[in-house]
């Protein structure tokens, strides 16, 4: 690999959870690795635009047997991001050919190879504005729609920016400009790789593990259309999960609400192996306080299953994408499914009330990480059933003492009462 391509080095010493040993993992992240065209550096001036390939091997140093993980996150064509698990002994780098990848790309071509095991992908193939004028925050009832379609003739993406967080992960974040009809507004996506378990800093604080990325969109002051303007993602999710199945789309009860108020679900789509999860919640500003955000609300899973399907459904930003030009991505045996999900349901404000929304899911393989009851809330639970019934046995104490103190006055009454009329009669 091009020694010059490597853009930053994470190496953390953590301590796995539910291990008897201390683990190293290393997070070493590379830009467009091996690149050899003027394609793959800076175009275009103020501001300078970028096509971003950032490559992440995720490893384990000096056990064997740990598993190793090779990360993606691409801007070339539509977002794209992609985790796959590769052998712990034969861990290979990837094979991207650059030149057909960029300059000769067609929809049903192969440019790019995964070694290893599963993997899981997603890619953002269209932004699409609806006029949701009968307030039910289905994109299926809306009378007219715009849609952005995320390519490269639309959309123009910055140099990304790669950060080491204080707690270790990886953060990018990708800023586009897109341009459509006199139309230009910004989309953010902020992307993180983990070294270790733990729980995300941004709300509603998911879950992740080594074997997961998060990802966030930003909508931050993008220009509407319709008096009653609400905006879905379309989504396509490709896997080789071991069932060799379509997806299926679920939804999970999680009882701990701690760190989205009011949202007992988590939605999921995926495999035995392999997934997208994310809280159907959407966050309204920036700093969100617990009333300022609404639910998502998620379309039907649809199989894509041919190259015209392909073109046809996900525009010209995925099949030139890194996820596009996968080896094997149109195959039988391949998971690939499309599927929309909407910002807003029924009753709630319109985009246009705050100009922000927030939303998040989490890409993995392996088993999904879930939530269970929290410290917090159970000591909350405790609280609310212990202090009632602390106070309903003090009652009780209380009662019980003063029925056996008046049952103990009411004996030495009549031991007095009877003693004073014995001692009348002896004297008399």
């Known amino acids: 690999m091009d020694s010059s391509s490597r853009l930053l080095v994470v190496v953390l010493g953590i301590l796995a959870a539910g291990l008897a040993d201390a683990t190293d993992r290393?997070?070493?992240?590379?830009?467009?690795?091996?690149?050899?065209?003027?394609?793959?550096?800076?175009?275009?001036?103020?501001?300078?635009?970028?096509?971003?390939?950032?490559?992440i091997r995720s490893e384990v140093v000096n056990v064997t047997d740990a598993k190793q993980y090779r990360i993606f996150w691409s801007t070339i064509g539509a977002p794209t991001f992609i985790i796959t698990e590769v052998s712990p002994t034969d861990p290979k780098d990837i094979q991207l050919a650059?030149?057909?990848?960029?300059?000769?790309?067609t929809p049903e071509g192969t440019y790019f190879t995964l070694y290893g095991g599963r993997y899981a992908g997603i890619g953002f193939a269209k932004l699409i504005e609806y006029n949701d004028v009968?307030?039910?925050?289905?994109?299926t009832d809306a009378n007219d729609t715009r849609l952005y379609y995320l390519d490269r003739n639309t959309v123009h993406w910055l140099?990304?920016?790669?950060?080491?967080?204080?707690?270790?992960?990886?953060l990018a974040n990708l800023t586009a400009l897109i341009t459509q009809?006199?139309?230009?507004?910004?989309?953010?996506?902020?992307?993180?790789?983990?070294?270790?378990?733990g729980r995300a800093a941004q709300n509603p604080r998911m879950l992740f593990t080594p074997s997961s990325v998060v990802v966030r969109v930003i909508l931050d002051r993008v220009p509407i259309h319709f008096a009653n303007s609400r905006f879905a993602l379309e989504i396509v999710f490709a896997s080789n999960d071991l069932s060799k199945v379509n997806a299926v789309h679920s939804e999970d009860i999680s009882i701990?609400?701690?760190?989205?108020?009011?949202?007992?679900?988590?939605?999921?789509?995926?495999?035995?192996?392999?997934?997208?999860?994310?809280?159907?919640?959407?966050?309204?500003?920036?700093?969100?306080?617990?009333?300022?955000?609404?639910?998502?609300?998620t379309g039907p899973l649809l199989p894509i299953n041919n190259t015209m399907d392909w073109t046809n459904h996900t525009g010209w930003g995925l099949p030139y994408s890194l996820l596009g030009g996968l080896n094997g991505i149109l195959d039988n045996g391949t998971t690939l499914m499309r599927f929309n999900v909407s910002f807003g349901i029924t009753d709630d404000d319109y985009y246009n009330s705050t100009g922000f929304q927030e939303w998040?899911?989490?890409?993995?393989?392996?088993?999904?990480?879930?939530?269970?009851?929290?410290?917090?809330?159970?000591?909350?639970?405790?609280?609310?059933?212990?202090?009632?019934?602390?106070l309903i046995v003090i009652a009780a104490t209380y009662v019980g003492y003063l029925r056996y103190k008046k049952r103990r006055e009411n004996r030495l009454t009549l031991l007095t009462e009877t003693t004073t009329t014995n001692y009348q009669t002896l004297t008399d």
């Open 159 to 170: 140099n990304v920016t790669l950060i080491q967080e204080d707690d270790g992960n990886l």
């Open 360 to 390: 998040s899911c989490e890409l993995g393989v392996g088993q999904p990480p879930i939530d269970v009851v929290s410290k917090n809330v159970k000591l909350i639970i405790a609280i609310g059933f212990g202090i009632p019934a602390v």
């Open 256 to 297: 701990s609400d701690e760190y989205s108020p009011g949202i007992f679900t988590v939605e999921r789509v995926g495999g035995t192996d392999t997934y997208v999860q994310w809280r159907p919640i959407v966050y309204t500003k920036v700093n969100p306080g617990v009333s300022d955000s609404t639910r998502s609300h």
């Open 26 to 55: 290393t997070l070493d992240a590379y830009l467009n690795p091996g690149c050899p065209t003027t394609s793959c550096t800076t175009f275009g001036v103020n501001p300078p635009y970028a096509n971003n390939l950032v490559y």
């Open 181 to 197: 009809e006199n139309v230009q507004f910004n989309l953010t996506i902020q992307v993180r790789a983990h070294p270790g378990d």
């Open 134 to 139: 009968n307030n039910t925050g289905q994109i």
């Open 98 to 105: 650059w030149n057909d990848f960029l300059e000769d790309h």
